[in-house]
Structure formats: structure tokens, C-alpha cells
């Protein structure tokens, strides 16, 4: 029976939504874990924190995450807390809470379609696994569906402002995420500009915060583009073998993860027969990057760059669903979505503490390369793995997360070697405390991200290795150039300036200036 004072349709309104949050809840805590990419970015944090500034190694001023947003949520977790495990997991979980609340106000008055928008949160693995995984992936979400909901809205000046400033974050958050949002960001500028008004000052004021950064970028690191992503897409690579890996990664996630994709679909098709101008701009930055997801290889996360622009369409065409369709339609995709997440295997409304224990770390990667990346670390990583052994890990000291890269780094940090050359440099260099952690893979490495990738073989994504040139291992640890080639001397003697040389030096920016030539 419903309460006093309500009907049934009111009370449904208000109970079906609770218990769908209440569930995606349990889901987040259930797959809450950390990867090892995150620690990268926790590593730059506790440099800021002790002093040494934004950097990877100290000292030394390199951009070594893709995501300045994130970063800074992350540098206020651990100003307040002095770790960043339980604090950016309950950032995460708190965040992606948000966003669920987004899309549930986004489908009013449909209680059901709202909770169907959720249950799809907690079902798709491009969500529920990187929700809470110490990526940035639950800022984006959020913002994401903010600007969904503000572009919706009747047009008015605050409106410009709004979706300039929710663009910003979202650029900041991952710059290629721009994407996703630019074709209809300028679609709005170009209509405010036709009727009349004058949307570049509100679009100028929203977008500041992004501008600002990158002039911070530019003049504290030497480069508008994070060192990340000179890393990843710095290839010599031919362009069908990236467009067979992009293929590769669609495809994973379409076997894998079923909903995410369909979903997709199906809120595309709903925007772009029923929607307003607005929503099939939406659909159409969408394709633009999925198409640019295609053209740089996808990636090796299974479904991680999925879960974007699943939360923008989904938050668009919510609006669109309740108005246009029926209550009988709206029971049946929640029937339909509540029949997936309990049928579905890989569903991750199937909380598993033993996530992962079953197989070897190995067995979690494909022959594709994509990995299950949350098998891969949950076991050593995850929140409940990690709670069930907390006083095993506070009798044996162990680091925190206790997982293999962590023991390592810890031990490092002891060791007479001041240089250090390996992959998974996340846990392993944040617990290596102030000593050089040289990234083969070059995330963290501004000289050897410039140097492009040519592989021998067989690689995967994301793990572009490059094999170190003789006399630098010699030239970090020493401090003075080493190297035997002339022409990698002189890039190393640039990009050494740069990194460590007087921010506003003639010679500094004379070297950025030479880098930038080279690179691009």
C-alpha cells in the first residue's frame, strides 16, 4: 500500500528511483578499484603537496596526466585526507551518484525511465567498472549529463555561459572529450549569434578556465597537450593497422558489453527522429568520436571510452523518451534492462568481491590486447579485497594498495639506485618517493615521448614502448647529456631546458619553440 496522501503513480515516482540509486550504490562500492594509470596522477599530486610542484619526477616539470580537472579533485583529496585511495573513491562514488540523480530529474516525470537510466549505469561495463576506478571517468560523466540538461533548456544568456563553463570542464577533464560537445556548443553560439545576441562575452566567460590552463601548460610545461597523449599518438604506425585495432576495440566491447553499445543506438535513433536541433548535434559530435576513437586504435581498457558518450546520449534523449512514448513502452525497456543486468554474465549487477582472484593477472588481457582491466587489479586493488585484509595489511605494513607495483616502489625508495626504467610506473613510482622513475612507455617521460613509436612486432595500444637510446639511462642518472646521437643530444639538451630550465628564460621558450616545430 503507498503511503498516506499519495496515489500509486506518485508513490512509484518516488520509491522506484530510491531503489535504483540504492542498488547502483551497492554496484559502485561492489567494483570500486583502482588502476595503475591512476597512480600516475597521485604521484604528481603528493609532488605538489611536498613542494615540488605538478611534476612526475621532482624537478623535473612534465605533464604526465591527461586530465587537469581530475588532478585537482585529486589534489584536494589528498590535501584533506593525505591519501588518495579511500578519499578519490568516495569522490568517485559520490560523483557518480551525481550523475545518476541527473539523469533521473532528466526523465521527470518518468520515475520508470529514470530508473531504467540508472540500472544501465550499474549494468554497463563502460560505466560500473571505471566509475570507481581512479580515473577520471566519473567527472566526465558528470559533467557530460549537465551539459545534456543545460542544453535542453530554453535559451537565455545565463544558458551561453553555463554550457561555455560545462565545455571547460569537460576539455579539462579530457581534452578529447571536446568532441563529444564542440558541434553543439557552436551550434548554439551561431544560433544566439543570428537572433541577435551577443554570445561571445558569456562564451569568453565560460570558457576562461580551460584558456587558463592551457597558458599555465604552456608556460609551466612547455606544451598545450599533456605529455600523455604525445605519448599515445606520437606513432609511426600505418593508419589500417590503428583502424583494425579501433575495430578490434568496438568489437570487444560489443561481445563483452552488449547494452553499452545498444544503448547507444538506441538513444541516437530517438534524438535524431524525435529530438530537437540540439540533441542530433549531439549525436552528431558523438560520431565524430566514436570515428576519432576508430582512427587512433581505441584502446586497451575494454569499454572505458565507451561510458562518455553513453551518459551524454542517455541524459539527452531521457526527455525525449518520457514525452514521446507510453507507459507500457517505458515498463518494458525497464523490464528489458532489469532482465539484462540479472541474465547478462558479465552484468555488473553481479557484485563479486572475488572479482578476478580465479585467473592469473595475464588471463585478463585478450589476444586483441584489450584487457579487463578491473580483473587485472581488482584483486590487489579493489576496495573490498582491500577492507577484508585491512588488519593483515597494517600487521605487515604493507603499502596501501598492498599490490605488487606498490611493494616494489616502496622498495625502491630504500635502495642506494637513484634510477629506475619500467612500464606499470603508477603504484611503483608513488611509492618510490623522490627518486627518477624512468616510463618506457613514455606517459611519464617528455624526452622519450617525442622520439615516435615504430614497432618490431606485435603491440597493443596505450604500451608504446620505446627502447631507450644509448647513454640516457647514463644521462639521468649522471644529470649531464650523455647520449651519442647528435641529433637526440640536441632534443634532449631542449627538452631538459624546458622541463627544468627558468620558466621565462629567452633560451627556454627558444627550446619549446624548436620542439614544437619537431613535433608537429
Same mark, same amino acid.
Given at each position: ?39 600516475? &596522477? ?80 550499474? &549494468? ?39 554550457l561555455a563553463l560545462l565545455s571547460a570542464g569537460i576539455g579539462l577533464t579530457r581534452i578529447d572529450a571536446l568532441l563529444l560537445v564542440g558541434p553543439a556548443f557552436l551550434l548554439v553560439l551561431v544560433e544566439a549569434w543570428r537572433g541577435g545576441d551577443r554570445p561571445l562575452a558569456p ?52 561481445? &563483452? ?227 651519442t646521437d647528435p641529433a637526440l643530444r640536441a632534443r634532449y639538451d631542449d627538452v631538459q631546458l624546458v622541463a627544468t630550465g627558468p620558466l621565462f628564460a629567452g633560451a627556454r621558450w627558444r627550446a619549446i619553440w624548436r620542439l614544437h616545430l619537431g613535433l608537429w
Amino acid at each position: 500500500m503507498p503511503p498516506s496522501g499519495l496515489t500509486r503513480t506518485q508513490w512509484l515516482a518516488r520509491a522506484l528511483p530510491v531503489v535504483a540509486l540504492a542498488v547502483l550504490l551497492v554496484v559502485l562500492v561492489g567494483t570500486a578499484w583502482q588502476a595503475d594509470d591512476a597512480f600516475i &596522477t597521485f604521484r604528481t599530486v603528493r609532488n605538489a603537496w611536498r613542494g615540488h610542484g605538478l611534476t612526475w619526477n621532482p624537478g623535473e616539470r612534465v605533464q604526465a596526466f591527461t586530465h587537469p580537472a581530475w588532478m585537482v579533485l585529486s589534489l584536494l583529496c589528498y590535501g584533506v585526507a593525505r591519501e588518495c585511495y579511500y578519499s578519490v573513491l568516495v569522490v568517485a562514488i559520490v560523483l557518480t551518484l551525481a550523475t545518476a540523480i541527473i539523469l533521473v530529474r532528466a526523465a521527470r516525470p518518468s520515475a520508470v525511465l529514470g530508473a531504467a537510466a540508472v540500472f544501465v549505469l550499474g &549494468t554497463a561495463i563502460a560505466t560500473a567498472d571505471y566509475a570507481v576506478s581512479g580515473l577520471e571517468n566519473p567527472l566526465l560523466f558528470v559533467l557530460l549529463g549537465a551539459f545534456a540538461v543545460a542544453l535542453a533548456r530554453a535559451p537565455d544568456r545565463r544558458r551561453m555561459v553555463r554550457l561555455a563553463l560545462l565545455s571547460a570542464g569537460i576539455g579539462l577533464t579530457r581534452i578529447d572529450a571536446l568532441l563529444l560537445v564542440g558541434p553543439a556548443f557552436l551550434l548554439v553560439l551561431v544560433e544566439a549569434w543570428r537572433g541577435g545576441d551577443r554570445p561571445l562575452a558569456p562564451a569568453a566567460l565560460g570558457l576562461a578556465p580551460f584558456v587558463a590552463w592551457e597558458a599555465f601548460a604552456l608556460v609551466y610545461y612547455g606544451a598545450l597537450v599533456p605529455n600523455t597523449a604525445l605519448a599515445k599518438l606520437n606513432l609511426d604506425v600505418p593508419a589500417t593497422v590503428l583502424l583494425r585495432r579501433g575495430l578490434d576495440y568496438f568489437v570487444d566491447s560489443a561481445v &563483452t558489453d552488449p547494452i553499452c553499445l545498444a544503448t547507444i543506438v538506441a538513444a541516437s535513433i530517438v534524438l535524431v527522429a524525435r529530438g530537437q536541433r540540439g540533441g542530433r548535434v549531439l549525436v552528431l559530435g558523438v560520431a565524430l568520436y566514436l570515428l576519432y576513437l576508430l582512427r587512433i586504435g581505441g584502446d586497451f581498457m575494454s569499454g572505458r571510452f565507451f561510458g562518455a558518450p553513453l551518459v551524454l546520449l542517455v541524459a539527452a534523449a531521457l526527455p525525449v523518451a518520457a514525452a514521446r512514448t507510453g507507459p507500457r513502452a517505458q515498463v518494458l525497456v525497464l523490464v528489458a534492462v532489469l532482465a539484462y543486468g540479472a541474465a547478462w554474465p558479465r552484468s555488473r549487477l553481479h557484485v563479486d568481491p572475488g572479482y578476478g582472484e580465479a585467473a592469473a593477472p595475464a588471463d585478463a588481457v585478450r589476444p586483441s590486447g584489450i584487457a579487463d582491466e578491473r580483473a587485472y587489479y581488482y584483486p590487489r586493488t579493489g576496495l573490498l579485497a582491500v577492507l577484508a585484509a585491512r588488519r593483515v595489511i597494517a600487521r605487515a605494513n604493507l603499502p596501501l594498495p598492498p599490490s605488487q607495483g606498490a611493494v616494489l616502489g616502496r622498495a625502491f625508495a630504500i635502495s642506494p639506485w637513484r634510477v629506475s626504467v619500467g612500464k606499470e610506473i603508477g603504484l611503483f613510482g608513488y611509492f618510490a618517493e623522490d627518486k627518477i622513475v624512468i616510463d618506457s612507455w613514455a606517459l611519464g617521460d617528455p624526452f622519450l615521448a617525442r622520439i615516435p613509436f615504430r614497432p618490431t612486432g606485435w603491440f597493443r595500444i596505450g604500451h608504446c614502448e620505446r627502447p631507450l637510446p644509448p647513454g640516457y639511462l647514463e644521462s639521468r642518472a649522471s644529470g649531464r647529456n650523455l647520449l651519442t646521437d647528435p641529433a637526440l643530444r640536441a632534443r634532449y639538451d631542449d627538452v631538459q631546458l624546458v622541463a627544468t630550465g627558468p620558466l621565462f628564460a629567452g633560451a627556454r621558450w627558444r627550446a619549446i619553440w624548436r620542439l614544437h616545430l619537431g613535433l608537429w
